[in-house]
């Protein structure tokens, strides 16, 4: 019976990874590029949901597409001023640049929002629902469901769209692309707001069910990259699978061998990864 | 260059005599052990272009073998030295050889993920002090224990470290080893079609760097007598690595230095300005010099000075 | 005998891109490998490098088992080989690109120096030695690729396409320089689709259509058979969809 | 090329040296050099310890007859040298250990410091307390719970905080009196944050236990920046002990508040071990659902009128906020620190170390729970005590010890309203 608990734990905080990892992987799938600073763009999507929630004191619905709508908007500026140019630059600029964003957006969250840990204050989804003997927090139950309908509306886009084409198109071959009238640098950086927007909404979600600080970034960095890896560099279903997943081992191992493991069974099942499968499920070679 | 070379040596020599005071002490010795663990870096990540951002892995082990042995056998911590540098290149090779096979984002991917891994298996494992690590002799029982009282003997221990680093990167440099892990760097393809043996060139990069980096840990944790898994293995020990190389120009022999002499006063500047009104400015300022750094100039001060050179030279001639 | 490929088969997943093509190739000649693009000509090129590894068949290189080696084996025995886009070291000046080449067969710096400055002589890259590679054209970059593989002293040099895309006058300086290398006892396999070189250059040609090998000899006698019209010109029939 | 690497060398020296002029010694007067993170994980703690130690030192500067026998209240500065005030020097060594000993150098050679006072996390104050034993200053530890940073033979490290074997100690003394008065503790369960703090306190818990016979179901380690803890609430829920004790943060505690709501699951009693349950973010997150939760606190706000309380009344308008009970424990070393060094009557480190050694204020001139304080020969206060505190409505009252209890304890606790 506790298994079953936490297990649907497990999965609900899986999608929530699910979502915000989709939108890792679609940078990483067009342009084979990895953003660092991507955890940090879901912390931001959280105090995003705290300022909407205490200043204009909106609901769960207003700070979401707040959080999703801000962090679009930085995702295309971060794309414009910085990738752009350094995404044709040696390895190490690349790597840099992104770790540099890292370090700035969260020592500025430091010195704005201060270290302390902050929640958000009860909103309509508090409290918990008992379906079948199971207890589910209301949040977490919101969060997994949105987090989940949203990766599946943007793989939709991506695979049925005209619009999705033309990204696909893009990351399959810029030059050809560019042939066809598209224009790549739009596209890419449509596809980096869609990431960091998906970001926002999944640090919105988060935020409904758990405090945060500014230094949560880090860890959300470092497991979307594990999900992105496991689901397959590109690959949006990818994914969401393998969001579910690690939401599951996390869970599991944190009840069976006990909390302090749950990082190193993942971390551990990422270096794994990276030797035995580089491309992951179901990513391409 | 070798004027200039001479100067900085020279500078870097009486650098203590001339600022003979505590404070710039430390500062001189925080600077050359930044120097060092990012020239060590720079043997892998600037020349062999595999930019791990998880060196931190042999630092730690660097800083905990000499603690370990003092902690477990009350030997002197410098004899953990030998056993650090056998471990990091032992891990070298575990790590090195399944990851080295993989290319720019995942290799840096991987060398992370390891990194955390070791960072909260140590955080555990109570034969090393668990997440309270472990403790140097604070009072030396014996001038063996490297304990001084003053920074100056830390400071020339760590320059003689500096310069046997330099000296053994400029035969690298000069050597066959040298223009291999160049020429992966520029192109892995186009070496192998040459004949470059590039997984074993790379390893041994990685080798060369884990044992230097592993010597620096060792000197930062005789110099702090304390180390604990964050101080240790954290990823700002290797972000810091990375930043002083690039910073300085990767892949050239003196660019970790310079790196080092902008960044290490720079940041001191930072925490004794801002440092008692408690904002975060100093990775603020790392987080805003990357950036800037990889958007401009990845090469660094070091291209940037290429670059200005020439004009300097004219704008001299002229006047 | 030189270089004795049998029987080679390269296969990504389903699709064969090269089935049982074989070449045998004796020290000093010139042999040419033409065909239209998508023929399998790169990837049998890329096989003789050791660059891929092909699913079946063998390649002996002067009774040395080559097969399923790595490209630094193949650069060892004396087989070197260019890149249809020229894959030139950028930020490395001319002299230490030439002097990577030089040091598989000169390990110290002072006696592969000396090899690569006379290289770059001989193939009249000399006086730009203190460049780098960045500032050339992509005829000095052809150029630059030659040499430095020349710097291996290669037995047998892989040729793709190195004289593709030059002017007229860069064409004649190209095909000179060839002449001249192999005049010094280089054998040369070559991948080229400017017939005017093949005929004079090559004295035996193979030609690729589909991942078959479908005609060889002479280039004379080659270019008339039907087969070979029919591949590049074709009767009609829409090239396979990929 | 000669001359411009002569130029480039010229130009790093000269940016080099702008960078060197740093700020120049200031006036004389007895000099406290403070290390706390100002930036960083704990900056919220180093905050919240730099106001309570500001205010200290006005009380110590200032007359404050109203403060009744608080050592150096009534006067102004420090009487036995003159009225010497005390300044304070606060450094932010970021949680970094190194940087921690790099500025307790400059405060001691640079800033020219009498005493130092600090360090917060464990393994700063390791690293400062070794700069200051091989200096020769006196160092006052006034929040670190590590075990052995007193226990290194060291001549000028003191420590006025309880340690974790102090607080273990309390537990059990309540666990004992609880089965005294009848209430059956069959077992008790750990759940502590994994870095130095947690873990001291959690293996000092299970020792004490061990001596106690008090049986330990189970002890769970976790990492503070977990997003979710519901794996270890259903751990609890399957051992079923009658009390919980958590060793965590800010965060974490308020999370394991509304995790155990969200999963029905409320044991006997939860006893929070200060840190997380006494910040000033816990009461207002979980108030309606942690009713009768416990916590310990050697600070108590007291009744109005009393000494106590008009100091949080002061701190309040600094900070508007509650002193918390970190903040008090080292505003508390701060007045020992001042009265030690106003006994010593000169700025002489030998005579501040042998007036340190010799403290011994009685209950009555403390701010603290404490039953004074006095250094053994390893400087660790061996008076120090702690109440254990309850949450009733949205406040804490001091329940036990019962000599100093203001309410009456709930057992077991009503955590939320069904």
Redesign the interface.
Known sequence: MLLLQVIVGGLLLGAVYALFSSGLTLIWGMMNFINFAHGEFVMLGMYVALVVVTWIGGGPAAFGLGAAFALFVLGVVVYLSLIRHVVRGPMLAQILSTFGLALLLRYSAFWIFSANFVSLPQTSLSGTVNLAGILMPVAQLVAGVVAITLTVALHLLLARTALGSRLLAVAEDRNAAMLMGIRPDRMQALAWGLSAGAAGIAGALMAIAYPWSPSVGETFGLTAFVVVALGGFGSVPGALYAGLIIGLIQALSAYWLGPVYKDIVVYALFAALLWLRPQGLLGRA | ?????V??WA?LLAYPLV?Y????W??GV?LLLAAITASAWNIV?GYA?Q?S?GHAMFFGIGAYAPLLVYHLWKLPPVAGVPLAIGLSLALAVIIGV??LR?K???F???T???A??IR??V??WDLVG????L?GP??GRGWWDL?F?S?IPYYYIFLGVLAVLLSVTAVVE???FG??L??IK??E??????????QQTKLKALMLSAAFTSVAGSL?AIK???I?P??GFG?LVS?QM??VA?LGG?GTRLGPL?GA??LV??Q??I??WF??????????L??????????FE?GGLHEL?HRA?PL??RR?RAA | MLLEASEVSMAFGSFAAVSGASLAVEEGEIVGLIGPNGAGKSTFFNCLAGDMQPTSGRIVFAGVDLTRTSPETHALAGIGRTFQVPATFEDMTLLDNVMVGAFLRYPQPEQAREHARRILGLTGLGGYAGQRARSLGTPGRKRLEIARVLATRPRLMLLDEALAGLTPTELQQAVALVREIHASGVTLVIVEHIMEVIMTLTKRVLVFNQGHVIASGAPESVVREEAVIEAYIGRGRRKRRQ | MKRTSALRVAALAACAAFLYSIASPAADSVKIGILWPLTGNAAAAGQASKAAAELAAEIVNHAHPELGDLPLAKTAGLPNMGGATLELVFVDHQGNPSLAQQLATRLITQDKVNVLLGAYQSSCSFTATAVAERYGVPFMVGESAALNITGRGFRWVFRGTPIASDYARTYMRFFTDMRKSGTTIGSIAIVNENTDYGTSVADAIVAEAKKADISVAIRIPYSASSSDVSAQVLQLKEKKPDVVIFISYTADSILYMKTMRNLDYRPAMVIGDDTGFSDPSFIPAVADIAQGAMNRSAWAIGKPGSTTYRINEMYKAKTGRDLDDTSARNMQSFFALADALNRAGSTDPEKMRAALAQTDLKPEQLMMGYQGVKFDSTGQNVLAATYLIQLHGSRYELVWPDRAATAKLQWPMKGWTR
């Open positions: 260059m070798r004027y200039g070379a100067t900085l500078a600022l005071n505590q404070f710039y430390d500062i925080g990540g272009g930019v951002v399944p990851t993989l720019g984002h995942y840096s991917m991987a992370i993920a390891i955390e891994l909260i298996f955080g555990t668990a997440a309270i690590g403790q604070a009072v304990t009282r920074e000069r050597g066959r223009y291999y160049r020429a520029a192109g393809r186009a070496a192998r079609s040459l004949g470059v043996p590039v930062y702090t007598g304390f604990d964050e101080s990823i972000v990375v930043i690039a990767a310079v002499l902008v006063p720079a001191t500047a925490n004794t440092g008692g009104g408690g904002t975060g400015l100093t990775y603020i790392y987080g805003g010099i990357i950036l800037v750094l990889a958007r990845p000075w050179a300097l030279r001299a």
